[in-house]
């Protein structure tokens, strides 16, 4: 069966600082995978979505980026975070025909 | 375009109440619309899905039919319980692109 990682589970970092969050998918190949947030109490906001490596669509201009090294990888990152970047970033996954998308715990991060 | 319109939360039940969250939705094509639950500090699970107008979907004693007459797909318990508590949200994917479309969210809190 399919399972979807992410890490760290909780990260508190100051503004400035960088960011790196992982997420990871076992069990599938050639997947779709996208980037959401959600700041606290609100819906969920695409940031980036791939259909293969190397491969980034972003939704929203923002001073974060997304990367795919590898087929089941996809990492979200950021020079110098922002207060307003603060939320709860969840990965996701699709098959490559994109019919059901299936998210990964979380990571939820604050900016201080 | 796309998109999805859920009713606006906070809901709260006594348990054993009938729960009903209504949802519909614009999209071109023809869609496949899901409902994704959220327990605090978790990640989106698949709830239901229905893929063609008519299907109902259904799983733990929730329901959504496909409407297509009326584009809508409300979600329905006839006895909630506590462990129901948790953030609902309708989706829609138009199977024309890689994209899903969500609904902005509805808390549901069951009071024993």
């Known amino acids: 069966s399919q399972t979807i990682h992410q890490w760290p589970a909780t990260l508190v970092q100051p503004v400035g600082s960088p960011l790196s969050l992982e997420c990871t998918v076992e069990g599938t190949s050639n997947p779709n995978l996208y980037w959401y947030r959600q700041a606290a109490g609100r819906g969920l906001q695409l940031l980036f979505y791939s259909v293969g490596i190397g491969q980034i669509s972003s939704e929203v201009p923002q001073n974060l980026s997304a990367s795919r090294p590898q087929d089941r990888q996809f990492i979200l990152s950021s020079k110098k975070l922002l207060l307003s970047d603060s939320g709860f970033y969840l990965c996701a996954w699709s098959g490559s025909m994109g019919e059901t998308q299936y998210f990964g715990p979380g990571t939820r991060l604050l900016v201080l | 375009g796309n998109s999805v319109t859920q009713m606006e939360g906070p809901v709260t039940l006594s348990e054993e109440a009938f729960l009903t969250i209504n949802c519909t939705y614009t999209?071109?094509?023809?869609?496949?619309l899901f409902w994704y639950v959220q327990y605090p500090g978790e990640g989106l699970q698949l709830l239901l899905k229905a893929t063609k107008a008519d299907d109902k979907g259904s799983n733990k004693g929730f329901e959504a039919t496909y409407r297509k007459e009326t584009t809508s797909f409300h979600l329905e318990k006839g006895s909630v319980q506590v462990s129901d508590s948790a953030v609902y949200f309708c989706a829609l994917n138009s199977n024309t692109g890689n994209q899903f479309y969500f609904g902005t969210g509805t808390s549901l809190t069951v009071i024993p």
């Open positions: 999209a071109t094509g023809y869609p496949s």
